[in-house]
Structure formats: structure tokens, C-alpha cells
């Protein structure tokens, strides 16, 4: 812009005033180049829009990773132990909610592959979750009396709902179903041939034996969950504080067993 202004006359200050304020860049572009205006001022603004786009974003990053930095240290530990349990909470129930849909329909049979491979994700995230409880239960059994001076009651009550016994026993038994479930699947993969049209007498047992197991898994999962939500909304009522960092209270609906 100065060499512009020096070039062609033009008064100098104008170079320092976009210096100062670049927002007003488009008003001495007009002014100095008419036939251009229109192209120069659109470069500008989509120039300008990336740069103060790419700001913002560095300043929500940056406030997102440091929003802890004024607690103490064991408080911002716990607090990012349970982001980090709430995160991985809601990629599993959101994983188990796209599960149960495809156990409900057929969708399993033309896209069988699809669903083991998902189903081996889906024990990833849970074994992310189980990291995630155990690394703040942990936090919260080292360091009660910590909580409990800082009136963060709800650290405790987060460790006693995570080492109840429904609550162990539901995943213990969503585990058990996973596998079984996968177990199946990719029995049924392997073999789809010798199930579905030569009938091999060995294969259809071995298939009857892996889809009672199924069975037997997804119907113990089923009773254990909703064991688990009963006390879960009972108590949720101790503290809501609490409640975003469980999991969600799915329906209890039963999967659909797989057809034979």
C-alpha cells in the first residue's frame, strides 16, 4: 500500500491506516484501484476470513487444552480423568445404539464383515472406557479425603457408582456379548457356504453351539443392564453433579436374536 501511495500520488497516511486497521483495507483499495475494486476486495475478504478463521480456531484449542490450568493440580487431574470418561462413555453408547440397530434388522447378513469390523472397534472404545474408569476410580480411592475437603463429593460418589456390583456386572456381561456376538459372526463369515446351502451336518452343529452361546449372552446382558439402570437412576438422585459422566440409560428392549 505505501509503495502504491508513493507510485501514484496518493496521501500517505493511507498506508499506516491499514497497517493500524486492516479491516478497512477495502475502502483504499476502492479508493485506488476502481476497475480492480471488486476482485481486490474479494480476494481480501476471503484472505482475511482464513486468517481470522484459523485464529479463532487456534484460540478455542488453546483455551480448551489450558480451560484447567487455574485449578490445583490433583483437581485438574480428576477433571480431566472424567472428560476423558465422559468422551469414551458416549462413543460407546453411541456404538452400542448403532450395534443394537443392526441386530434388530438383516442388515448383519449383506454387510457381515462390515459388522465384525465394527464389532472389533467397538471392544476398542470399550477397552478405552474401562481404562478411562479404572485411571479415575483409582484417582478418586488415592485421594479421598482430598475430595471431600474440596467439597467435590461427586468424585466419590462416581468411584462407589463405578465399583458397585450391577455396574461391574454389566460390562462384564456387555463383554461377554461382544464376543459372543462376534464369535458368531465370523463363524457364520467363514463357513456361510457350508451353512446356508450344503448343510454340513459339523458346520450346522457347530453353529447351533456358537448362536445358543449368543443367545445366552445377549440375554444375560440384556437382564444385568437393566439391573444397572435401576440403580443408576436411583443413584443419580444423590448428586446430579454426577450424571454426565455416566452412562446413558438406554432403552431395554432385547436385541433380535438371530434368526436360525
Known amino acids: 500500500m505505501w509503495v502504491d501511495c508513493w507510485k501514484k500520488e496518493r496521501p500517505k497516511w493511507w498506508a499506516p491506516a491499514v497497517l493500524m ?9 476502492f479508493k ?23 485464529e479463532v480456531y487456534l484460540y478455542m484449542s488453546v483455551k480448551e487444552t ?43 447378513i449383506n454387510e457381515m464383515k462390515n459388522t465384525i469390523d465394527f464389532i472389533s472397534e467397538l471392544k476398542i472404545i470399550m477397552t478405552q472406557n ?8 483409582k484417582l478418586a480411592s488415592n485421594y479421598q479425603p482430598y475430595w471431600v475437603k474440596k467439597e467435590l463429593n461427586w468424585v466419590v460418589l462416581l468411584q462407589q457408582f463405578y465399583t458397585h456390583r450391577n455396574v ?8 461377554r456379548y461382544l464376543d459372543a456376538f462376534n464369535a458368531l459372526l465370523v463363524y457364520i463369515y467363514e463357513n456361510f457356504d457350508s451353512i446356508t446351502k ?27 443392564n437393566v439391573a444397572r439402570m435401576t440403580f443408576q437412576n436411583t443413584f443419580v438422585h444423590k448428586d446430579q453433579k454426577v450424571k454426565p459422566y455416566l452412562p446413558k440409560l438406554r432403552q431395554t428392549e432385547t436385541f433380535r436374536l438371530l434368526v436360525k
Request: proline fraction near 3%; charge should be positive.
Open 21 to 29: 486497521a486492516p479491516i478497512v483495507t477495502p475502502y483504499f483499495i
Open 32 to 54: 485506488a484501484r476502481r476497475h480492480q475494486a471488486a476482485i481486490l476486495t474479494l480476494m481480501f475478504l476471503i484472505s482475511f476470513t482464513a486468517v481470522v478463521g484459523a
Open 66 to 108: 489450558r480451560k484447567y490450568d487455574h485449578l490445583p493440580p490433583l483437581t485438574r487431574q480428576i477433571m480431566r480423568a472424567s472428560d476423558t470418561l465422559k468422551n469414551t462413555n458416549h462413543r460407546l453408547d453411541k456404538g452400542m445404539v448403532h450395534l443394537k440397530e443392526i441386530a434388530k434388522t438383516d442388515a448383519w
Open 130 to 137: 474401562q481404562a478411562a474408569i479404572q485411571h479415575l476410580v
Open 168 to 175: 461391574r456386572n454389566h460390562y462384564a456381561s456387555l463383554e
Open 198 to 224: 450344503i448343510q454340513s451336518r459339523s458346520h450346522l452343529k457347530n453353529y447351533d453351539e456358537y448362536y445358543l452361546r449368543y443367545r445366552r449372552a445377549a440375554d444375560s446382558y440384556n437382564r444385568l
